[in-house]
């Protein structure tokens, strides 16, 4: 792995990450494509410089983080779902990011249920944080499990989790956010004391790869919340959907043609 395959998932971090549309579902094609995929710190480094988006939401929700002692007991209970899934299913959420079929088969999927999300849950009656009672957060946290198939995309899965507990798309986005610093934290330590365990030490040049991929990620997405969250008040998510199917065909298509996409 190089500077340039860095910076390209970085980017590509960056751009995703908050996007219903699956982050780890294009880093996990992108480094396929550049024939990077198989290295394990390549899969080490996915996941770490998600902890560079996730930073994005501190800085733009500073305040909202200070605001009450029951924000993070909410934050809290939605998260101890994916803790537990998480590690119960570590092996096979493993085997799962090696397959770009299974990518590809979740964007076209998660595509079709975007389509149709803003019609069926289209009568909100939770507008503020505050309203996020404790059990409609669990409920939530089950849906962001959905996630751990590569492809889903956890923020997609969360706020179509919370736009069905009569959230508004704008609450149920940005609870999404929130969760995501608990999830992404828990993930990455999980996963480099993996990476430890399985023997493997981070040189000096791939501290320095984590380091500028981090920065760019955490960048790139602080312009995507922004934007994202103003587009999803105005136009909802089709556009999302017709995106995940369309990429998700050309996947397949690619697979079935003979072009080995596929991680050994």
Not at 71 to 95: H, N, Q, R, T
Request: glycine share 8%; aromatic share 14%; with cysteine.
């Amino acid at each position: 792995m190089n500077f340039l395959h860095a910076i390209i998932l970085a980017v590509i971090e960056g751009l995703t990450e908050f996007l219903p549309v699956s982050s780890t579902g294009h880093m996990i094609l992108a480094s396929s494509f550049m024939g990077i995929a198989s290295d394990p710190f390549v899969k080490l480094f996915t996941i770490v410089i998600q902890l560079g988006a996730i930073l994005s939401v501190l800085v733009l929700y500073f305040k909202r983080f200070f605001k009450s002692v029951n924000f993070y007991f909410k934050l809290l209970v939605a998260f101890i779902p994916a803790a537990v899934f998480g590690l119960l299913l570590s092996k096979k959420i493993d085997e799962m990011l090696e397959s770009p079929m299974t990518v590809a088969v979740s964007l076209v999927v998660g595509g079709v249920i975007l389509l149709f999300v803003d019609k069926w849950f289209n009568k909100p009656v939770i507008h503020e944080e505050e309203e996020i009672n404790y059990l409609t957060a669990l409920k939530i946290g089950f849906f962001q499990c959905l996630a751990m198939i590569p492809g889903v995309s956890r923020s997609g899965a969360s706020i179509v989790g919370g736009m069905s507990m009569k959230l508004s798309r704008k609450v149920a986005a940005e609870f999404s956010f929130f969760l995501a610093v608990p999830t992404m934290f828990a993930a990455t330590a999980k996963k480099l004391l993996d990476f430890y365990k399985a023997g493997y030490q981070i040189t000096p040049k791939e501290l320095q790869l984590l380091a500028v991929g981090n920065i760019i990620a955490f960048i790139v997405a602080l312009l995507a919340i922004k934007s994202f969250i103003g587009y999803l008040n105005k136009h909802g998510f089709k556009v999302f959907g017709w995106y995940r199917i369309i990429a998700g065909l050309i996947i397949i298509v690619l697979i079935y043609s003979g072009h080995n996409l596929q991680i050994i």
